[in-house]
């Protein structure tokens, strides 16, 4: 056990330090799924929380209402930030999920998946403009001149998400990854399934099997069947 509780403790000042990652705040939960560890290991909650309690009593993190950050100026503003950012995302999702429950059902579309890598990354506080990348799967069967009209009537109705919409019918061409790192993988983790059938992010996933080599402990149960969010 003591072993485990020195490379977690490791892995969490690693994960939070890494600047691909750009990890300002996060909660424990969400951190826990990202853990920079050497190897699969098994991290129960007594195990985690008495690795987290460790560095908070060292001083080497600052911890709050489940949140975590290696910095401790103004932590409760951004973690407020943090919260209020969230709950635009949540609008933000249902925003979509109106938007484009056409195309879901009527234009052939497998899977129409939502960045949230860029989206929190790229907030855009001032304008009030919420970039949203999404990517699009389409059946073979789909008609471009129909998803490209539909795309031109969203950007008209639309002012306070402006979307970037890249479509394949191929899984493998739907995110380019030049380089397979540490940052990459992690954009592919935060690409989510807004709508999803046949199992089709899934199977986008599965063709990204790499991450998880860089991720090792990520739960799987995150891409198992049916899941959205």
Request: aromatic share 12%.
């Amino acid at each position: 056990m003591k072993d485990n509780i020195d490379i977690l403790q490791k892995a969490i000042v690693d994960t939070l330090s890494n600047k691909d990652l750009n990890l300002d705040i996060i909660t424990l939960d969400e951190l826990k799924d990202i853990l920079l560890i050497p190897h699969v290991i098994e991290i129960t909650d007594n195990i985690y929380w008495n690795s987290i309690s460790k560095l908070q009593s060292d001083k080497k993190i600052y911890l709050d209402d489940g949140f975590v950050s290696l910095k401790h100026d103004d932590f409760t503003g951004r973690k407020q930030q943090y919260i209020k950012n969230k709950k635009t995302l949540n609008k933000d999702i249902q925003i979509i999920k109106k938007d484009f429950s056409f195309v879901f059902d009527k234009l052939d579309v497998l899977s129409i998946c939502i960045d949230l890598f860029s989206y929190l990354n790229n907030f855009e506080q001032s304008s009030g403009t919420r970039i949203v990348n999404l990517y699009v799967l389409e059946d073979e069967r789909a008609k471009p001149a129909y998803f490209k009209a539909y795309k031109a009537f969203l950007r008209v109705k639309r002012r306070s998400v402006k979307y970037n919409i890249r479509s394949s019918n191929n899984v493998k061409e739907l995110i380019t990854v030049k380089n397979k790192n540490l940052k990459s993988a992690f954009h592919i983790l935060n690409v989510k399934p807004v709508f999803n059938r046949n199992s089709s992010y899934e199977k986008f996933i599965y063709n990204q099997m790499w991450v998880f080599d860089i991720f090792k402990n990520y739960p799987m149960r995150k891409i198992s069947m049916g899941y959205k969010i």
